[in-house]
């Protein structure tokens, strides 16, 4: 996700609309359980403020509060060697009773990306999704069906949004070329050990609804669980902007997963392929695409405990393997997914992470390598360097 516009300092401000839960891939994320983790490294506590309001129901609010601090080495030009920034300040507000139900997140975040220059909470929003990035209707059809409208997550990849969402503080390299936050319809089901979802949005942010998103997930026993999903253009796009990049959102990807989970032990080995078709009337001049590989997986001091949630006192160690590749005509110069035509590049991101009830920390340091980059597209304010290092400790409280 590229960020090219400046604007001046926005202080926070929450605002609240009407939205639900909502899937992502292998865990099926519900915050309206509170207590029950987004990735199983962090939680929220049991803490949250509930409000009653008679026929109006029963709304939940949770909130999250983190700041980051860093180094990298090799910047790109716009970026200093430190990192220091409130990385959330948000207020999840939700309704999970009636024929109405809502979910939405209000407030200011940053997402640090691996390979990516780091974009200030007081600019991302402005640049992307506003400060209420998520949020939508629910409305159950009986017990098994139900329909979401607004701001979703999209379908497809493994990891989340913002970082209290993810095992890592940063997103991967294979994230980048996902969808994140989407407008649209999406329709659910579920039963005991399948979820299914299809969805009509607007791709990447785009405000054209010309995506089409499907995805299912099966639940093999307790332990195991594979989810596959595909997410597509199916026109041309021209739009290009923070949020909606032009290859990306122009784009088909497809995602295989598969998940094992222990008491100590979560692994997610996946595989994504994308996939941008030549369209010379937007300036895509000629076909490219990715092919990632990927392995997240968390080792845990304390188990889980038969609900799958975590002890009080939380102490885990993820970590995340990359490799991703691209291929395209080397003719087009300025349709790439990388680091030029024809590149690669491998990740790996260690997490250390502790948690005791609403206060966490966590370190991370991450190592990416660019392979047969373009002179200028990699690292370094000359963008000649092949690699980049980052250190970085995000801490806060999730209640």
């Not at 038969?306 to 995340?320: A, D, K, L, T």
Request: hydrophobic share 35%.
């Amino acid at each position: 996700m590229a960020h090219k516009h400046s604007y001046p300092l926005l202080w926070l401000y929450v605002a609240i609309t009407l939205f639900s839960t909502h899937s992502k891939a292998v865990e099926i994320v519900t915050y309206g359980e509170t207590n029950t983790p987004m990735s199983e490294t962090l939680a929220f506590s049991k803490d949250s403020v509930g409000i009653d309001l008679n026929e109006l129901g029963f709304y939940k609010f949770s909130v999250a509060a983190t700041g980051l601090v860093g180094h990298q080495t090799n910047p790109t030009p716009g970026n200093n060697q430190t990192i220091s920034d409130l990385s959330n300040a948000q207020v999840l507000i939700e309704k999970l009773e009636g024929p109405i139900q809502l979910f939405a997140i209000a407030g200011s975040y940053s997402i640090a990306e691996l390979s990516a220059p780091y974009v200030r909470s007081s600019k991302l929003p402005n640049d992307t999704w506003g400060y209420l990035p998520a949020g939508w209707l629910k409305i159950p059809g009986g017990e098994n069906f139900s329909v979401l409208a607004g701001k979703l997550f999209a379908i497809g990849g493994l990891e989340g949004t913002f970082s209290y969402e993810n095992t890592n503080i940063q997103r991967g390299l294979i994230w980048k070329q996902t969808s994140s936050v989407t407008r649209g319809v999406q329709f659910d089901y579920h039963d005991d050990n399948i979820y299914a979802g299809i969805a009509i949005t607007d791709g990447s942010y785009s405000n054209k609804y010309n995506w089409l998103g499907a995805q299912i997930n099966y639940e093999i026993d307790k332990t195991n669980a594979v989810t596959v999903s595909w997410n597509g253009s199916l026109s041309a796009n021209a739009l290009q902007t923070d949020s909606t990049p032009l290859l990306q959102n122009n784009s088909q990807i497809s995602t295989l997963i598969y998940s094992y989970k222990s008491p100590y032990l979560t692994l997610s080995p996946y595989v994504q392929y994308s996939y941008v078709p030549e369209r010379p009337s937007i300036g895509i001049l000629g076909s490219a695409s990715t092919q990632g590989i990927a392995l997240l997986a968390t080792y845990r001091l304390f188990p889980l405990d038969e609900n799958g949630n975590p002890p009080h006192v939380n102490v885990s160690i993820p970590f995340r393997y990359e490799f991703i590749r691209s291929h395209g005509n080397t003719y087009t110069s300025d349709n790439d997914l990388l680091f030029g035509p024809n590149s690669s590049a491998w990740s790996a991101t260690l997490t250390p992470t502790y948690q005791v009830g609403m206060y966490f920390a966590r370190l991370e340091a991450s190592y990416v390598r660019a392979i047969n980059a373009t002179p200028g597209a990699a690292y370094g304010y000359s963008g000649t360097a092949n690699n980049q290092a980052r250190f970085l400790l995000e801490a806060g409280i999730l209640f």
